[in-house]
């Protein structure tokens, strides 16, 4: 991108092992990045998601689909996998949400990748033609706990036989009163960011929390441009008092800095 985007202190909330290439594209542009990642990317739970993640994966080769849900879901999949199957087993169709996902699914496994052309939503997904006649097959959606239940339940509807394999979860980080005065009154943010629904959540918490401590007014902050990747997380942001939220239709790089261009220049 060869617009400026010079002056815009954009807070940066993905994961911290996910920062590095949104940091990277607003520091190209001219923009600040502001570093408040909001969740760790952990393991799954131990106990019953554990043992129902192992069979699963012991019977990985019955699988007809694989659907892989996020970069998160790919490596910490993969990882997985690796754990019960030195090489990935064959015959088993894959599937991204968004082609972000797709290309690091493809760049460790090799072969063909499905992705839907139009977008990284669940109803984009399950337009791909190989959901055409998936009754009776075997599906596993590799994603988070808690994740995506509007694949699994569509394609159940669909008579496909569908098992979620969850490989993470996400876990809230909490900051002590200094971490948010630096981040959200101090670093005085032009634009806010949330990757996800639960990032989201997180970022309303910190809000609210900064607020508590006298140090910034949450009116202010939610009336401060919002950038999420999806309409359903557009919604969701609204429906938690945020009021100037825009879609990016992605949560690639590119859709984060197109999505800032269509912003105003701050106040100076």
């Given at each position: 991108m060869s617009v400026s985007l010079l002056g815009h202190r954009v807070l940066v909330t993905r994961p911290r092992h996910q920062q590095a290439e949104w940091v990277a594209g607003l520091e190209a542009v001219g923009a600040q990045a502001i570093c408040l990642p909001l969740l760790d990317i952990l393991t799954p739970s131990n106990g019953d998601r554990a043992a129902t993640l192992r069979r699963a994966l012991l019977d990985l080769d019955r699988f007809d689909l694989l659907i892989f849900i996020s970069i998160n879901a790919v490596r910490m999949g993969l990882a997985a996998i690796e754990d019960y199957w030195p090489q990935f087993p064959l015959g088993i169709e894959l599937v991204a949400i968004g082609p972000t996902t797709a290309r690091e699914l493809q760049q460790h496994v090799g072969g063909t990748v499905l992705c839907a052309p139009g977008g990284m939503t669940s109803e984009d997904l399950l337009t791909l033609p190989c959901f055409d006649e998936i009754s009776d097959k075997r599906v596993g959606i590799v994603c988070g706990e808690g994740g995506r239940e509007v694949i699994a339940r569509q394609l159940r509807e669909r008579e496909a036989r569908v098992e979620r394999l969850e490989v993470?979860?996400?876990?809230?980080?909490?900051?002590?009163?200094?971490?948010?005065?630096?981040?959200?009154?101090?670093?005085?943010?032009?634009?806010?960011?949330?990757?996800?629904?639960?990032?989201?959540?997180?970022?309303?918490?910190?809000?609210d929390q900064s607020s508590q401590l006298g140090d910034t007014d949450a009116d202010r902050q939610l009336k401060t441009p919002l950038i999420?990747?999806?309409?359903?997380?557009?919604?969701?942001?609204?429906?938690?008092?945020?009021?100037?939220?825009?879609?990016?239709?992605g949560a690639d790089t590119e859709s984060l800095l197109r999505a800032l261009a269509t912003l105003p220049p701050p106040r100076t």
């Open positions: 993470y979860r996400r876990v809230e980080i909490h900051y002590d009163d200094t971490a948010l005065r630096e981040a959200l009154r101090e670093s005085e943010p032009t634009v806010l960011t949330a990757a996800s629904g639960e990032s989201l959540q997180a970022l309303r918490s910190v809000i999420v990747p999806s309409a359903r997380v557009k919604a969701l942001a609204l429906a938690l008092g945020f009021s100037r939220v825009v879609d990016a239709a």
